[in-house]
């Protein structure tokens, strides 16, 4: 599976099922959604609509899709350690993983959890490389930088949060049909003139 999920053979643009890509990197994770002990588990919803064959960097998306699923579990957890004085077995884990596509030949992909949500701080500055709310050792606040990357300038998409406290968090990854390279490297040689 995590020769699937890496994708090593296929560095450059494929016409692919992301399905498949969220299967494998959900594959990859599975250890991690099991209730342990005293810890729930984590349920996965998905609600997966009629996709087309999307053209990508298909092992760069996979790795988005762990950063931003992983993120959500760590967050769901650290809820959980919160809550315990209240008993975790009442909190229902859920991560919904929705797909679809928008009208403007763009498809979109969301990622949502139940677990604490974010403060404005947070949410100002989520995707600043080496921010990070976790303990030292646990998180580099690499992850949502590196996935901004490849979701707008490898893919010339979007990478959207919507969150409150309380509320649980929702990413949202909008990527082209088709990569259209020249706007790619239109946000390219942009990002270096800046
Ligand atoms: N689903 C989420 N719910 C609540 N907070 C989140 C969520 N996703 C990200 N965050 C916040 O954004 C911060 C930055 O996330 P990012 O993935 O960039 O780094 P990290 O997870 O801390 O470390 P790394 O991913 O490099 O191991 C996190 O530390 C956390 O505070
Ligand atoms: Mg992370």
Not at 84 to 96: E, M
Not at 150 to 166: A, D, N, R, Y
Request: charged residues 20%; glycine residues 8%; negative net charge.
């Amino acid at each position: 599976s995590l020769r699937n999920f890496s994708r090593l053979d296929e560095a450059e643009v494929k016409r692919i099922n992301l399905h498949e890509g969220i299967e494998s990197t959900l594959l990859i994770l599975q250890n991690r959604f099991k209730a342990k002990g005293d810890k729930p588990g984590i349920e996965i919803v998905k609600n997966y609509g009629n996709l087309p064959l999307i053209e990508c960097y298909p092992g760069q998306l996979n790795q988005v899709f762990m950063n931003i699923i992983s993120n959500a579990i760590d967050a769901i957890e650290s809820n959980n350690i919160k809550d315990s004085s209240i008993g975790i077995q009442d909190n229902f884990n859920t991560i919904t993983i929705t797909t679809e596509v928008l009208e403007t030949s763009y498809i979109a992909i969301r990622i949502a959890d139940n677990g604490p949500g974010m403060t404005e701080a947070v949410k100002a500055k989520l995707f600043d490389p080496f921010f990070t709310t976790k303990p030292v050792g646990k998180g580099t606040g690499l992850g949502l930088s590196i996935s901004y990357q490849i979701v707008v300038e490898k893919h010339g998409g979007k990478l959207t949060c919507v969150s409150e406290p309380g509320q649980g968090s929702e990413f949202c990854i909008e990527i082209p049909i088709s990569v259209d390279r020249q706007t790619v490297n239109d946000i390219r040689s942009l990002s270096c003139v800046i």
